[in-house]
């Protein structure tokens, strides 16, 4: 959540710090989903206090636990292991946050290893040998804390916000080598303000409706003019795609490497690629860019949820590569082109499921032109994940010392080449040619991306995978879009059968 009682994150953080009495029992700690936790706990609602994870006599609820799962080894540890293991993170983070320990901002000074304190990191040990008292952290944050609280009685920040200054003037002086510029301190507070990816969920998915609106508006009112219509809305797509695309820019000037380096920021990344590609493709229809702004509205929402971690941190040291700017980019790039593929074949049997005899030229032309644009944007994520796939092998060689190894994510990136490969040239396969059996292909063919992007990261072994224990629960909504899919594709199949116009 960014808010909590109202209140932003950098509020709430000096409030731990000041109020600390008030924050004890203040419910902001996100339980996990395992049942058995809460029943660890006590506690039946989503969120904790601080308070919560103590019994009367101070003892840490989850001590023996904690022990019990430091003791095992990474593959023996379950679900409920690992739900545990953020928990206990985020109380220790908590402890943190009402000692003043997690705000490191006070440079020592003439450091050779720039360290930064804060209030409890009384002592330094320099290169001379000597504990040197950081008077200047412990001075600063008594005063703050005590101007804050002056504050919050009178509503007069000046004392607090003077003291911010000189703090700052302190770090530029002792700490400046290390600091980010002003340039990348406004950029990413500005990221932070825009709430860029977020804001532009809600725009795609409205854009998404208003387009699809107009394309089954074309269809049964064919004499419409609705070309000012189409001109405003393709002008909204280019204006989020441009906030897109700024978003993006501003995330990788801030964390100084490309911004598809994590699960977060390769969700922001596949949507922007989806746009591009129907910019590309589609700017000409209705119906396909209203399936770019569903898809990519869907995936910026998904992006959003709270397993997904949007943080900015630093690479691991294996992904800092020139590589990781060249492979990720074009193999999760494609899955853009790929999903789009999909979503523009699943318009298309919703189309058909609309056939009737008044309508059936119309809605032929309709899903012809977008399947010609479903087999573009095919063609074009089949070449990146190509690519991709290979240049992977050279990456792969260098940090590993072979080219392929049929890991898991090689194995099921070959197997998403292959069954693409073989979608695009269904056309000349007889028996299975048609527009039917083409667009059905690309909706089930998207299963090799989500296995390839997804599946391989949580459910199988391997040296891109992250799968330990037992693996992630599937979510039932996904049973439920399984079984829709499965039924539009059954009635769009009758209708072809009644009214044989699509092939």
């Known amino acids: 959540k ?41 506690i039946g609602g989503d969120y904790a206090s601080y308070k919560d994870f103590f019994e009367t006599n101070g003892t840490y609820k989850l001590r023996d636990e904690m022990r019990r799962i430091y003791s095992l080894e990474p593959i023996d540890q379950g679900v409920y292991e690992k739900e545990l293991l953020k928990l206990d993170e985020k109380v220790n983070i ?49 005063a703050y804390g005590n101007a804050l609280k002056e504050a919050i009685d009178t509503n007069n920040y000046t004392s607090a916000d003077h003291l911010l200054t000189e703090l700052k003037q302190y770090q530029e002086t002792e700490g400046g080598t290390v600091m980010p510029s002003n340039s990348k301190i406004n950029a990413e507070i500005l990221l932070n303000k825009l709430n860029v990816f ?9 854009m998404g409706i208003a387009l699809l609106f107009f394309l089954f508006l074309s269809v ?60 590309i493709f589609t700017r000409k229809s209705f119906g396909g860019l209203a399936a770019t702004m569903v898809l990519a509205a869907t995936i910026l929402f998904v992006a959003t949820l709270s397993f997904l971690d949007p943080e900015i941190t630093p690479l691991v040291p294996v992904l800092k590569s020139y590589w990781l700017t060249i492979h990720v980019s074009m193999e999760a790039g494609s899955y853009g082109f790929l999903m789009l593929g999909a979503i523009i074949g699943l318009i298309n049997l919703i189309l058909m499921m609309f056939l009737k005899e008044s309508n059936k030229v119309r809605i032929k032309r309709i899903v012809q032109e977008m399947s010609y644009i479903s087999e573009l944007t ?38 998403t080449i292959l069954v693409y490969a073989f979608i695009l040239h269904m056309r000349i396969i007889p028996k299975i040619t048609g527009l039917f059996a083409y ?36 979510p039932t909504w996904v049973y439920v879009v399984v079984a829709s899919i499965m039924l539009i594709s059954g009635m769009a199949y009758f209708k072809k059968r009644k009214y044989p116009a699509i092939s």
């Open 198 to 206: 977020t804001r532009l969920a809600v725009l795609y998915i409205f």
């Open 220 to 279: 049964f009112k064919p004499d419409l003019n609705l070309k000012r219509a189409y001109l405003i809305l393709f002008s909204l797509v280019v204006f989020g795609f441009v906030l897109h695309t700024i978003g993006l820019g501003l995330r990788w000037y801030v964390s100084d490497r490309a911004p598809w380096s994590n699960g977060y920021e390769s969700m922001i990344y596949i949507a922007w690629t989806s746009t591009l590609a129907g910019l």
């Open 378 to 415: 095919l063609i074009g994520g089949l070449f990146m994940v190509s690519i991709g796939t290979f240049l992977g092998g050279v990456w792969a060689n260098e940090s590993w010392g072979r080219y392929w190894g049929w890991d898991a994510k090689e194995t099921w990136a070959l197997v």
């Open 94 to 142: 908590m402890s943190m946050a009402f000692s003043g320990s997690l705000l490191k901002i006070v440079p020592i000074a003439n450091d050779p290893n720039n360290t930064w304190v804060s209030t409890t990191a009384h002592n330094h040990s320099a290169e001379d040998g000597h504990n040197h008292d950081n008077n200047v952290a412990n001075t600063f944050f008594t």
């Open 439 to 474: 667009n059905l292909a690309t909706i089930f063919g998207l299963a090799t991306v989500i296995m390839t992007y997804y599946g391989v990261n949580y459910y199988l072994s391997g040296l891109h995978s992250y799968a330990t224990g037992d693996p992630v629960p599937v």
């Open 2 to 42: 960014e808010k909590r009682y109202g209140l932003s994150a950098d509020q709430i953080l000096l409030g731990l710090f000041v109020n600390k009495e008030e924050w004890y029992s203040a419910k902001i700690i996100k339980l996990g989903q395992h049942k058995d936790i809460r029943k660890k706990l006590s």
